[in-house]
């Protein structure tokens, strides 16, 4: 199917609020069409392609990557983050190529060492305009990625760019100042902020207890586990508890994915949406859980807050986090020739040499930074 029958395609049977690939407000350095895909599907693969998105296989989601093979890692989760965004898009009669897109570039900004190394980056970076990964992720796409001779950065369309910055419910107003900062996103951008949300609540439930920092029988204060796990106990009376595991975690997400959908699609007639503009004027936002669901959702959260990341095992990592990166800032602002050289050519060209220092911490693995933490610190470690 060419590019312009796809297009076609899309007009016929994606709702009339959803975002077309042809009604794109396209990219900031101009670019002919491709034959064969459309603008949002050369974003994602764009985005697929890059370095920032290969180097989420070792970063931190919860656990750190030596901790094992199991668990999953920044790429892994954004990777099932994109397939229950598709599942939603699908349902509501949206963009998924859009929708996808958004989901996998929203963690190219993140930090090693997951949120703990974000926190301990922003407070070093305070006197310098701070951290936030979001905005990192837009900086990585539009500026950091190389790959194309007439542009830097990835020159990826204005929509999945909106996405990147405003998929959150709550979002830094200076960083979108270029993206309608008085309007909502569309609703694939509002999706994939849920998607990420359900992908970690779910996957980390499956994580804890396979760790062990999760115990069964403390499963039973949340809800959602206490009954969807008697569901399963009581369809597979015999089946190991791996196996309920799995299947009370699937049943968890498709509560709140199939709640997600009902609620949207409530939402729209109830507020009688009609267009794309309806969506972006809609206050509050169209998508959210429903009455039932919500108050269910923010006690996992709360669980998981409790029992998980505030987990000796975890935040003795975060400590650790903030020696590893602080001592690493620390030393690159002393003496930047400490970098790579190509890094520090940056500094020496005129750039600000904390947001280069930033910069190359933040685009480290786990496992760069504890190797580079090695060689600068340990007098026995080869460098």
Known sequence: MKREEYEAHEAQLLAPWAMRSALSRGRAHAEPEHALRTAFQRDRDRIIHSVAFRRLEYKTQVFVNHEGDYYRTRLTHTMEGAQIT????????????????????????????????????????????????NAQSLRIVELLEERYPDFPGLNLTWEVREG??????????????????????????????????????????????????????????????????????????DAPFSILRY????????????????????????????????????????????????????????FLMDRLYMHVRVTRMGVKAKTIITGLFHTYFDEPRQMPPHVYAQIDRGDDKARVIADYIAGMTDRFALDEYKKLFDPLEKV
């Open 86 to 133: 598709r599942t939603l898009a699908r349902a509501l009669r949206l963009n998924e190529d859009l929708a996808e897109a958004v989901v996998l570039a929203h963690d190219l900004g993140h930090t090693p060492f997951g949120h703990a190394g974000e926190r301990v980056l922003n407070g070093l970076m305070e006197p310098f305009g701070g951290f936030e990964h």
């Open 164 to 237: 990147i910055v405003k998929h959150s419910s709550e979002y830094d107003r200076p960083l979108v100042r270029m993206f309608d900062p008085e309007l909502a996103p569309c609703l694939e951008a509002q999706i994939a902020d849920f998607a990420d949300e359900i992908a970690y609540n779910c996957h980390d439930i499956d994580d804890g207890l396979q760790s062990g920092m999760l115990q069964p029988e403390e499963m039973g204060a949340v809800t959602l586990w206490r009954e969807h796990h008697a569901t399963a106990r009581d369809r597979w009376p």
């Open 247 to 302: 299947q009370t975690v699937r049943r968890i997400l498709d509560a709140m994915a199939s709640d997600l959908v009902a609620t949207v699609e409530r939402e729209i007639a109830q507020r009688n949406v009609r267009t794309i503009a309806d969506v972006r004027a809609a206050r509050p936002r169209l998508v959210e859980y429903g009455p039932q669901m919500a108050p269910r959702v923010r006690e996992l959260k709360s």
